[in-house]
């Protein structure tokens, strides 16, 4: 395909959001599915750190580093570990 991009931004999702904190998003299942659908061969990968846990850390904040394979060109993103109120967890505070 030659601009996937393109393709899944013509994609009406108003029906399939939600809100939660006074935000509103494409919950993960609806979107992996929608990607999916253009590219079967499409998959993700959750980076471990160094020492092979799922999160990294600056002994402060901690995130997760993700990345997404669509036509085969990786996507990479760095999330923070955040509560319910959008705001960093400290590290010692993460439970899973």
Do not use: Q
């Not at 609806?30 to 659908?37: D, F, L, P, R």
């Not at 079967?40 to 471990?48: D, Q, R, S, V």
């Amino acid at each position: 395909m030659e601009n996937y991009f393109a393709a899944l931004n013509k994609i009406n999702v108003n029906t399939h959001t939600e809100k939660m904190g006074g935000l509103t998003y494409l919950s993960w299942p609806y979107a992996w599915g929608e990607i999916k659908k253009l590219d079967p061969m499409a998959n993700f990968t959750i980076y471990e750190s160094a020492d092979g846990c799922m999160y990294h850390t600056d002994r402060r904040t901690a995130w997760v580093k993700v990345g997404v394979t669509v036509f085969g060109l990786e996507h990479v993103e760095y999330l923070a570990i955040m509560d319910y109120k959008k705001k960093a967890i400290p590290v010692e505070s993460v439970k899973s």
